[in-house]
């Protein structure tokens, strides 16, 4: 089982810019979380997806957007990079609804993005 | 709406000491409470959880919580430190309810082991 896997490791960018990070779910899990970690700070929820659509959203702007694909993946974009969007962003899964009493989110090794 | 409080965003202990993360939380609704730890570079990994039942619960590497209604807390402990221990540590707090699954995370605890 590869777990939660993140494409790219890194990646660079210029303010103004768009970005699309990546995400492949554990095998079995349907429900993809985005979490953003500036340097020094815990996670902040930006989304999750299930079932193709967006179910709950953090307080992140509309420039922050994203999908699900009918196999589970995930991508997350962001349009007009601004400076403060430097951060490492985080995926997670979780299994669906019936184990939702119980279920706990896994971590990618996240995406480091810095805007210049 | 829900938060959790990390107290002491650095705590140094020696190896073979008792560690002691400190977090206290905040919900309208039950809470289910989680401990991660994050090594240099890495995403997080799940040490412990509390959803219902017995409030001590233990989890990878040695380490426990000891969930506190009246308290509102929500520790994390382990005996004895080891080198390998050192690491930031992050108290998150999330709904009971399907739907309302999102992790709202503290500001996390850099834990460093004295040789």
């Known amino acids: 089982d590869a777990g939660v896997t993140q494409s790219p490791t890194h990646l660079i960018k210029t303010r103004g810019q768009q970005v699309t990070l990546r995400c492949s779910p554990k095998s079995g899990h349907d429900t993809v979380s985005w979490y953003q970690q500036a340097l020094g700070q815990g996670p902040q929820f930006i989304f999750q997806?299930?079932?193709?659509?967006?179910?709950q959203r953090g307080n992140f702007p509309d420039r922050f957007s994203g999908h699900q694909f009918p196999n589970y993946s995930s991508e997350l974009n962001v349009n007009a990079l601004l400076l403060g969007d430097s951060a490492l962003y985080l995926c997670?899964?979780?299994?669906?609804?019936?184990?939702?009493?119980?279920?706990?989110?896994?971590f990618g090794p996240g995406t480091r993005l810095t805007v210049l | 709406a829900q938060s959790v409080t990390q107290l002491g965003s650095h705590v140094s202990v020696s190896e073979g000491a008792l560690v002691l993360l400190r977090c206290n939380y905040s919900s309208s609704v039950p809470p289910y409470l989680f401990w991660y730890v994050q090594y240099p570079n890495q995403g997080l990994q799940l040490l412990l959880k509390?959803?219902?039942?017995?409030?001590l619960v233990k989890g990878i590497n040695g380490f426990e919580a000891e969930f506190k209604k009246s308290e509102t807390s929500f520790h994390l402990t382990k005996p004895s430190a080891h080198m390998s221990d050192a690491a930031e540590y992050f108290c998150a707090v999330r709904g009971p309810n399907f739907g309302n699954e999102k992790l709202t995370f503290g500001t996390g605890t850099r834990l460093t082991i004295i040789p």
């Open positions: 997806y299930y079932e193709e659509e967006e179910r």
């Open positions: 997670a899964s979780s299994p669906g609804p019936v184990l939702s009493s119980y279920n706990e989110q896994f």
């Open positions: 509390y959803t219902t039942g017995a409030t």
